[in-house]
């Protein structure tokens, strides 16, 4: 049971270019966001996805772009990457609505723009 | 905006000692959940406490809520080398209850 897996581990760009980061989980959650983490600021909400086939903004949603085409997989494009997207970018997944169900995070994206 | 603000931002003490963490929040909530994250790696749940509970357990973490002060406290009992982490608190809102809001971070280190 891998729980939540993230590819690639590590990517470096050049501004302008495009990518994008898979998320995959084989846990059956219907719930799965996309995170930023830049040093001093905690986590930031990018998008999130509320089950096969939706997708909402989160915090900081300029410049990405997301998809959930299948349940256990959501997507995170960067369609024209700016040095202000250099972060790690965590993906997680939880069975329901954060009300009452903990997230449980991928290792993480280290992305870093020239 | 950032919804929780963790206090202190950095912690260091010698293994065996009780670590506090302490986490201050603006808005209502449905609950408030508390995150460990180790160098390199993923966040991982730690305890979810809802707003109707004052107080929760499990093995050598206890975590206070209260919603008068719009605070929380993480304690760490008989502290060991391997709790050296970032540790989160993350706030449930009870508008937008499908998103976490999470503090800054508090780094633990614990010296052997």
């Known amino acids: 049971n891998a729980g939540v897996t993230q590819t690639p581990k590590f990517r470096v760009l050049k501004t302008g270019q495009s990518m994008t980061l898979l998320c995959a989980q084989d846990m059956n959650h219907e719930y799965m966001y996309w995170y930023r983490q830049d040093p001093g600021m905690g986590l930031r909400l990018i998008h999130y996805s509320v089950g096969e086939g939706t997708t909402a903004k989160g915090e900081v949603p300029d410049g990405y772009n997301v998809s959930r085409l299948k349940k256990q997989n959501f997507l995170l494009g960067l369609e024209s990457a700016a040095p202000s997207q250099t972060s790690v970018y965590f993906c997680a997944s939880s069975l329901g609505t954060v009300s009452n169900q903990p997230q449980h995070f991928g290792d993480g994206t280290r992305l870093s723009i020239l | 905006s950032q919804q929780g603000e963790e206090d202190p931002q950095a912690l260091s003490i010698q293994e065996g000692e009780n670590a506090t963490m302490n986490c201050s929040y603006k808005t209502s909530i449905n609950n408030l959940q508390w995150y460990r994250q180790n160098s390199g790696r993923g966040l991982v749940h730690l305890i979810l406490?809802?707003?109707?509970?004052r107080e929760k357990h499990s093995g050598r973490l206890r975590v206070t809520l209260d919603t008068s002060k719009k605070s929380s406290s993480l304690l760490i009992t008989a502290s060991r080398a391997a709790d050296t982490a970032s540790y989160f608190c993350?706030?449930?809102?009870?508008?937008?209850?499908?998103?976490?809001?999470f503090g800054q971070g508090t780094r633990l280190t614990i010296n052997p």
């Open positions: 993350a706030t449930g809102m009870i508008q937008g209850a499908q998103k976490l809001v």
């Open positions: 406490i809802r707003s109707n509970e």
